[in-house]
């Protein structure tokens, strides 16, 4: 029973941090209609973000400050100058943003392993490696500050999309963008906005995870596709879907890791993936409804 306890701990707590991961992809996704294919690349410089300031002695969790404005402006700036101009564009390919945002996370791979070289980076700080108790039941100390923030951050970004005018406007634009247009909300500034935002969100994750996490060039890749089975589990443009997403992959991945190896970690996430597209195509949407 202990075991079984504590996988469930273990895969909690990743799976709050999934859950930022997802919320940020499928923001962009519900509002532009695209997946951002950058989006693991995203997190991945803001972990370089996080090391950089570290070796200065700034402890991980303030790089949120840095990373979060960092990430939230280059997103702006890839929306605007990079993706926009593509909506207009004629050409013989029908989904050339995606395809876009596939050479902006190659690029932005290979700047980085330029700068840093494909070497492996870790972050020490004095609560990497701590745990403490709960009856049985060990928590590594900054996964479990990593999944507060999370929640914090998950919680607040609920209650911006429900209570406020700007968040109205995001949810309209991705219910329905013409009817938005005519209502007076401007999507493209929507758009622009929202990609920024979703960069934050994962730049949140990325500074949340690099305590825990060796740190290298190609991580991008995995965690973009990890965003995406979280994404098409919730359902597209669901936050509070993409919450149970981040949680169900987080679970699964631990109970895989604990009952069958770790090389089955991946495996059984990917299996859930399939089953919920098989039973239930519209993800945990169709039965949360928001």
């Known amino acids: 029973m202990d075991v079984f306890l504590q996988t469930l701990v273990a895969g909690v707590l990743k799976g709050g941090l999934y859950a930022l991961i997802g919320i940020g992809m499928t923001l962009i996704m519900g509002v532009m209609g695209i997946i951002n294919l950058a ?11 996080t090391f950089v300031l570290n ?11 840095v990373a979060m404005p960092l990430l939230f402006l280059l997103g702006v700036s890839i929306q605007k100058f990079l993706l926009n101009p593509l909506i207009k564009a004629d050409t013989i390919l029908p989904e050339n943003q995606v395809l876009m945002t596939v050479g902006i996370g190659m690029v932005l791979t290979e700047i980085i392993r330029f700068i840093f070289s494909s070497d492996y980076k870790y972050i020490t700080s004095t609560y990497s ?19 507060g923030i999370a929640i914090t951050f998950t919680v607040a970004m609920f209650f911006f999309l429900i209570k406020t005018d700007l968040g109205r406007s995001i949810r309209a634009t991705a219910q329905d963008k013409d009817a938005a247009t005519l209502m007076g909300v401007n999507t493209g500034r929507i758009t622009v906005i929202t990609f920024g935002m979703g960069a934050g969100l994962v730049a949140a994750a990325g500074v949340l995870l690099a305590p825990v996490y060796y740190i290298f060039p190609d991580l991008g890749g995995p965690f973009t ?27 699964a991945e631990s109970m895989g890791a604990t009952y069958f190896g770790m090389e089955y970690e991946d495996i ?23």
């Open 39 to 49: 989006h693991g690349q995203l997190m991945m410089l803001a972990m370089y973000v």
């Open 225 to 251: 596709a990890k965003a995406f089975i979280i994404t098409i589990l919730g359902g597209l443009g669901s936050t509070v879907g993409a919450i149970f997403g981040g949680v169900t992959l987080g679970l």
């Open 55 to 65: 070796t200065t002695g700034v402890d991980p969790y303030f790089s949120l400050f």
């Open 129 to 147: 490696n701590q745990t403490f108790f709960l009856g049985n039941i060990s928590f590594s100390m900054a996964l479990t500050i990593a999944f």
């Open 268 to 290: 059984i996430g990917l299996t859930i993936f399939v089953l919920v597209l098989l039973f239930l195509p519209g993800g945990f949407k169709r039965l949360t409804k928001v």
